[in-house]
């Protein structure tokens, strides 16, 4: 039996015991919000404010191990995310971000026109410098990859946000057969000056009377390889 874009993104979140998902309800998420509240063991919480959605995410990753997950319609609805975004991409917090956006037949292609559906904008290029992969679907038949990647993209090595950019059609198309896509590889860090550092460390403390040490939010996932 095939699925729609939107309960493929369900049953997803569910295989990844995803419990709660954030909000502010909009015109081009609705499909995806209902098919939300269709689960079992998901639930969806409506917030007054696009941040609040997005910080009320980011918030629950920091202490629940998972990736939190906030969803926002197109146009000032997704640009309302930006803030919370660019919070979990300078503290390494994983995130998916899910943004509703006109129907594909709405969107324009000429670059002269600022934009054609109401409410069209291209978040994907406002947020590609915060994100670790933003991406806005184009075809509803590689939608299982490009979430499992995100998702990947998140959670793996130095964690950070994603964004997927979901035109309203899409939302409900079946996906009729899985296309493959390239995973976009996560960006090394240069880890050779760490026993450098570590030396240093060393040395400071050594001849340190009263030390005082701030560390920061990588202390938690110090046991996967800085990506």
Known sequence: MSSTVSSHLVEVLEKHKINHVFELIGGMITIMVDELHRSDSIQVHSMHHEQGAAFAAEGLARVDGKFGVALATSGPGATNLITGIGSSFFDSVPMLFITGQVNSSEISNNPELRQSGFQ???IVSMVKPITKYAVRLSNPDE???????????ATTGRKGPVLIDIPMDYQRSEIRQKIYIEKSPSKPVDVSKIDEFNDDLSSALAESIRPLIIAGGGISSATQTAQ
Request: aromatic residues 14%; charged residues 30%.
């Open 143 to 153: 939608f299982p990859f490009i979430l499992e990647n995100a998702i990947e993209l």
């Open 120 to 122: 069209e904008m291209d």
